[in-house]
């Protein structure tokens, strides 16, 4: 094993010094949103999960972003904070991986089904371009907290709507009239 010289000691030091005291990131949080999202879109559209099963992960995402909206609202993202994120990020992980591999699943071609994959795509596709936001630093944390609001909002819609296992046309015409005001939303904080 290589020993480090004295400036690469130090360079490494400073290095993690650095990214300490850079603290938590709002990006890395907001990434995990868009990732957990197309997980559970992808597991609907290849049938390891039920309309009914992605419902009650979709109300689990409504915790999180409603969670992440509560702890940026005053623009600053605490490490204990994002600590508790993670932490309901790993639940929500661990079942998401359970539902897509339990006996139970879904039917992909299922009219009910394709409007629940639309809307979870549009949803993990509005998490992308917040995450890009933060990345970019188009979008303060205030404002990221602001749009996750949004998005509880919209996890919501969707987890009420399959909380029996099937969305109707009307349901998912409430989500979609939604998912615009929240586009709209995250267009007008992007370019403000």
Same mark, same amino acid.
């Given at each position: 094993?290589?020993?480090?010289?004295?400036?690469?000691?130090?360079?490494?030091?400073?290095?993690?010094?650095?990214?300490?005291?850079?603290?938590?990131?709002?990006? =890395?949080?907001?990434?995990?949103?868009?990732?957990?999202?197309?997980?559970?879109?992808?597991?609907?559209? @290849?049938?390891?999960?039920?309309?009914?099963?992605?419902?009650?992960?979709? *109300?689990?995402?409504?915790?999180?972003?409603?969670?992440? &909206?509560?702890?940026?609202?005053?623009?600053?993202? /605490?490490?204990?904070?994002?600590?508790?994120?993670?932490?309901?990020?790993? !639940?929500? /992980?661990?079942?998401?991986?359970?539902?897509?591999?339990?006996?139970?699943?879904?039917?992909?071609? @299922?009219?009910? /089904?394709?409007?629940?994959?639309?809307?979870?795509? !549009?949803?993990?596709?509005? =998490?992308?371009?917040?995450?890009?936001?933060?990345?970019?630093?188009?979008? @303060?944390?205030?404002?990221?907290?602001?749009? =996750?609001?949004?998005? &509880? *909002?919209?996890?919501?819609?969707?987890?009420?709507?399959?909380?029996?296992?099937?969305?109707?046309?009307? =349901?998912?015409?409430?989500?979609? !009239?939604?998912?615009?005001?929240? /586009?709209?939303?995250?267009?007008?904080?992007? *370019?403000?």
């Amino acid at each position: 094993m290589k020993k480090l010289s004295g400036i690469g000691a130090l360079g490494a030091f400073v290095f993690a010094t650095t990214a300490l005291a850079a603290g938590p990131r709002t990006d =890395e949080v907001t990434q995990r949103d868009v990732n957990q999202q197309n997980r559970i879109e992808q597991g609907l559209k @290849s049938g390891q999960l039920s309309t009914q099963e992605a419902g009650k992960l979709e *109300h689990q995402e409504a915790r999180i972003d409603h969670t992440e &909206a509560r702890d940026l609202k005053d623009g600053k993202l /605490s490490v204990a904070e994002q600590a508790r994120i993670n932490q309901m990020q790993n !639940r929500t /992980s661990a079942d998401i991986a359970k539902e897509k591999h339990n006996a139970v699943t879904g039917n992909p071609t @299922s009219a009910s /089904s394709q409007r629940l994959q639309a809307d979870v795509q !549009r949803n993990a596709n509005q =998490e992308a371009r917040i995450n890009q936001g933060a990345k970019s630093g188009a979008l @303060s944390n205030r404002e990221v907290g602001s749009l =996750e609001r949004g998005q &509880a *909002h919209l996890d919501r819609k969707e987890a009420r709507a399959a909380r029996n296992g099937r969305v109707g046309a009307a =349901e998912q015409g409430s989500i979609q !009239r939604a998912e615009n005001r929240q /586009s709209k939303k995250i267009d007008r904080k992007k *370019h403000n």
